[in-house]
């Protein structure tokens, strides 16, 4: 299967930025998309932001303008920067990816949908 290893969460005051980072493990690894999710205490997993193979991009309209999502496909990473954070996008950000890996013990192809361990980014004074 393919692991994904997230970084770069933490404290920051509104107004700051942040950026994460979300590296996919394993080799023989084509990646269709990758994006970020966030939880919030008490609500559910939602979207923030997808960027695909082909470079095409969604937001959620509450980060338009102040997130940016990149990837560098040359090592399955996807980035978010977070600029002007408030207190509300307080959560857990979870990244995900989802694509073909080479499993070596049925040799051929597979599809797959994995998600980070989630790293937590807190926007408060």
């Known amino acids: 299967q393919v692991q994904l290893v997230e970084s770069g969460g933490g404290l920051v005051q509104p107004g700051g930025s942040l950026r994460l980072s979300c590296a996919a493990s394993?080799?023989?690894?084509?990646?269709?998309?990758m994006g970020w999710y966030r939880q919030a205490p008490g609500k559910e997993r939602e979207l923030v932001a997808t960027?695909?193979?082909?470079?095409?991009?969604d937001y959620a309209d509450s980060v338009k303008g102040r997130f940016t999502v990149s990837r560098d496909s040359a090592t399955n990473t996807v980035y978010l920067q977070m600029n002007s954070l408030k207190p509300e996008d307080t959560a857990v950000y979870y990244c995900?990816?989802?694509?073909?890996?080479?499993?070596?013990?049925?040799?051929?192809?597979?599809?797959?949908?994995?998600w980070g361990q989630g790293t937590q980014v807190t926007v408060s004074s």
């Open positions: 960027i695909t193979s082909s470079r095409n991009m």
């Open positions: 995900n990816a989802g694509g073909e890996y080479y499993n070596r013990r049925i040799h051929r192809y597979e599809d797959f949908d994995s």
């Open positions: 394993g080799s023989r690894v084509s990646i269709d998309a």
